[in-house]
């Protein structure tokens, strides 16, 4: 599936997180992750992401394009998420070496994700490497339509 996204670097999160407490979006979560890349040679990434909330842990494996631009607005390909478990883990680990995936780097956050409507922020605090994050994903018009309301802060707090 085709993913809309802008995403951007910036200085502060917090007036990105004020934004969507005023406008309404529903804060869905806050949660601890930590995202294991992987590449390969053909521009895909493998992502193993660990999830801990509440005191729990899981796992998940999904691909996306690789898409290192500069640009604001981003288009990628990306599968759903399967959860690792004891189950397929053997496996997933000897499907990333058969098709030639070699770990890239290692990503620490704090992900705070509000929604509304068919509209996802996600706001990250990033521990390691350190930086803050702000993504808007969902239909390229929508998203469009968003990016317009939050460009003057986007000028403002942008790394």
Same mark, same amino acid.
């Given at each position: 599936?085709?993913?809309?996204?802008?995403?951007?670097?910036?200085?502060?999160?917090?007036?990105?997180?004020?934004?969507?407490?005023?406008?309404?979006?529903?804060?869905?979560?806050?949660?601890?992750?930590?995202?294991? *890349?992987?590449?390969?040679?053909?521009?895909? /990434?493998? !992502? %193993?992401?660990?999830?801990?909330?509440?005191?729990? $842990? @899981?796992?998940?494996?999904?691909?996306?394009?690789?898409?290192?631009?500069?640009?604001?607005?981003?288009?990628?390909?990306?599968?759903?998420?399967?959860?690792?478990?004891?189950?397929?883990?053997?496996?997933?680990?000897?499907?990333?070496?058969? *098709?030639?995936?070699?770990?890239?780097?290692? /990503?620490? !956050? %704090?992900?705070?994700?509000?929604?509304?409507?068919? $509209? @996802?922020?996600?706001?990250?605090?990033?521990?390691?490497?350190?930086?803050?994050?702000?993504?808007?994903?969902?239909?390229?018009?929508?998203?469009?339509?968003?990016?317009?309301?939050?460009?003057?802060?986007?000028?403002?707090?942008?790394?």
């Amino acid at each position: 599936m085709i993913e809309y996204e802008y995403s951007f670097k910036v200085s502060d999160i917090e007036p990105f997180i004020m934004f969507c407490e005023n406008k309404n979006y529903e804060k869905e979560e806050s949660i601890t992750q930590t995202r294991v *890349l992987f590449k390969n040679e053909n521009g895909v /990434l493998a !992502r %193993i992401t660990t999830n801990e909330r509440n005191n729990q $842990i @899981k796992q998940y494996l999904n691909f996306k394009e690789e898409n290192d631009s500069e640009k604001v607005l981003k288009e990628s390909k990306e599968t759903s998420m399967l959860e690792v478990n004891s189950e397929n883990k053997d496996f997933i680990k000897s499907m990333l070496e058969i *098709l030639n995936f070699h770990k890239s780097k290692e /990503l620490k !956050r %704090i992900r705070h994700i509000f929604k509304k409507k068919k $509209i @996802k922020f996600e706001i990250d605090y990033y521990i390691q490497p350190e930086m803050q994050v702000v993504a808007i994903e969902g239909e390229k018009n929508e998203v469009d339509t968003v990016y317009k309301e939050i460009e003057s802060l986007y000028e403002k707090y942008k790394i």
